[in-house]
């Protein structure tokens, strides 16, 4: 047998965990995109229905916290949200993660735009159930929020698509 220059079963250890922070960073990246495109079913696939969930407004279960966010997204025209710097420490079939993240929602009343930009941090741990990572506690501390009014619309860049009505079945949604 060649010499890999390692300890075989040492290398398998560090690829699982690579692949298992891997499967955890995507969890938290689902979430940013089923908020985006009004996907209630996608963000089953995000929190345990047992999770503790805790966003100040919100304190409860994961199958609860659902319809709830669900209904304050849909309040808006637009929204973006996004995920970055995450830490995260995996532990067999559990894991804690830090990761900063930035939301922004538009709303159009009266002809002015109002966009609402929010900057905090998503506390998590996430367990491995039946082979798939799930966040089965969550706690978001705001870390910041602005709000910019403007009279001109959010579409004033001519010839880009402006991104609206998304939902799962709009033309550009993909089920990935």
């Known amino acids: ?3 890999t220059g390692g300890n075989v079963t040492s290398e398998n250890s560090d690829i699982r965990e690579l692949l298992d922070k891997q499967a955890c960073a995507e969890v938290l990246t689902r979430y940013c995109r089923a908020l ?20 100040g407004f919100f304190r409860g279960r994961g199958d609860a916290f659902i319809p709830a966010v669900m209904e304050i997204e849909h309040s808006f025209e637009r929204r973006w949200h996004f995920v970055a710097n995450a830490i995260i420490q995996v532990n067999s079939d559990t894991a804690e993660a830090e990761s900063y993240g930035l939301a ?3 709303s159009t009343k009266e002809g002015r735009t109002t966009t609402h930009v929010f900057g905090g941090r998503y506390l998590d741990r996430l367990a491995r159930r039946d082979g798939q990572w799930l966040i089965t506690w969550r706690q978001y501390v705001l870390d910041w929020q602005q ?13 880009l698509l402006l991104s609206t009505g998304f939902n799962p079945a709009h033309p550009l949604y993909r089920k990935l």
């Open 104 to 106: 922004a929602a538009v």
């Open 147 to 159: 709000t910019i009014e403007a009279d001109t619309p959010a579409d004033a860049v001519p010839g």
């Open 36 to 55: 985006d495109w009004l996907d209630g079913e996608a963000l089953k696939k995000v929190f345990a229905a047992d999770a503790h969930i805790d966003y």
């Open 1 to 3: 047998m060649p010499d």
